[in-house]
């Protein structure tokens, strides 16, 4: 099933939101799917999640403020893809897709199996043992540890299955 990541700007963690119908509406309204409380800038019916034809696409809802996709303000429904990043106000959502199709447009990288107690959506550095965030990051992306600037690869994350 599909899932968002839902960060807040300046809050500590996170905490995942389902797609769970083929029309999701984010906003600050108690009657939407992702209520998003107590955030200024964000809309009473702020963006909506179409799922058409195994496929999820993104729309504002004719907000002031609007909704960014990749740091692009959106205009119109637009198509997403693993890994793509929703900013609605403070608000960062990581789109998780869970079709075949989709997840075949994944960079092929190697994989990395996550521990029982290892962070999630996290690596660890290969030379200074820093746990890195790997959230907003596609598989096979370059980065540099942000403690040693050692160039890192982003591996796939598996989890193993309970």
């Not at 994944?106 to 999630?120: L, R, T």
Request: charged share 30%; aromatic share 4%; with cysteine.
């Amino acid at each position: 099933m599909a899932y968002l990541t839902v960060r807040t700007k300046g809050i500590e963690g996170h905490h995942k939101a389902k797609l769970e119908s083929d029309r999701v509406v984010l906003g600050r309204s108690s009657k939407c799917d992702i209520c998003i409380e107590d955030v200024d800038g964000v809309s009473r019916e702020h963006c909506v999640f179409i799922k058409e034809d195994d496929q999820w696409y993104l729309e504002d809802l004719g907000t002031t403020n609007g909704t960014k996709l990749n740091k692009e303000k959106i205009d119109g429904r637009v198509a997403l893809s693993e890994r793509d990043i929703v900013s609605v106000s403070k608000i960062r959502l990581t789109v998780h897709v869970d079709s075949e199709s989709q997840r075949r447009r994944s960079i092929a990288a190697p994989e990395h199996n996550v521990g029982e107690f290892d962070p999630a959506e996290a690596i660890q550095c290969t030379s200074c043992d820093t746990w890195v965030s790997v959230a907003h990051r596609l598989p096979g992306e370059a980065m540099v540890c942000p403690r040693c600037n050692t160039q890192l690869s982003i591996p796939q994350l598996v989890t193993a299955e309970a």
